[in-house]
């Protein structure tokens, strides 16, 4: 049982206005972070609100992510400092086979087109009644998208040396660094003439 299967609830406890649901406890995201096994520490708390508006062929959730986190740099393995402030907008439709009552199941499937329910996040209840969905699921995959692909502690950060591996933005090497690769020693000599 993962850590996001306590989250769901039935869509009709959702007030047919909207409600708002607030992702904030730590030891949620922490227990995400070690499940998925992330290099991610959190330095201040994450947060997330999940508004959730149900339409009459899916859901609408509206949310926002916030928080400070650490993330190894990407060319030196350094602390990088990540400020987290993602809005984020996502319709989720129902799943295929569901039919609200008095509806046909078969029309209603076919008018939601290609696109696909995300499972983690709406699903069919119990026995096939009604719809549940885990706002939570939706804060953690937000959370993962706004995580940048190459964190740098710096923007001028010069990384590690390819020979020692020593922080170059720390220390200096005398490696033989304009030596290149040795595989590629025989072609340092060669000149090319260009044709007339």
Not at 11 to 26: K, W
Not at 38 to 58: F, H, K, M, N, S
């Amino acid at each position: 049982m993962t850590s996001m299967d306590s989250y769901w609830m039935p869509l009709q406890s959702v007030a047919p206005g909207g409600s708002e649901f607030r992702v904030d406890d730590q030891a949620f995201w922490q227990k995400l972070l070690d499940e998925f096994d992330l290099d991610v520490r959190i330095a201040e708390p994450v947060e997330a609100t999940v508004g959730v508006l149900p339409q009459a062929e899916g859901v609408l959730f509206r949310g926002r992510v916030r928080g400070r986190v650490i993330l190894p740099c990407d060319r030196c393995s350094g602390d990088s400092p990540v400020e987290l402030d993602h809005s984020f907008d996502s319709f989720e439709p129902f799943p295929r086979d569901y039919a609200p009552v008095g509806t046909a199941g078969p029309d209603l499937a076919d008018e939601a087109g290609p696109e696909e329910a995300d499972e983690a996040v709406i699903r069919l209840g119990a026995h096939g009644r009604g719809i549940e969905i885990n706002p939570a699921a939706l804060a953690w995959e937000e959370f993962s998208l706004a995580l940048p692909l190459k964190p740098l502690c710096s923007r001028g950060c010069k990384g590690l040396c390819p020979f020692c591996g020593c922080d170059r933005n720390t220390e200096s090497c005398s490696c033989g660094q304009g030596e290149g690769d040795p595989r590629l020693a025989v072609l340092r000599g060669l000149t090319i003439q260009k044709k007339q």
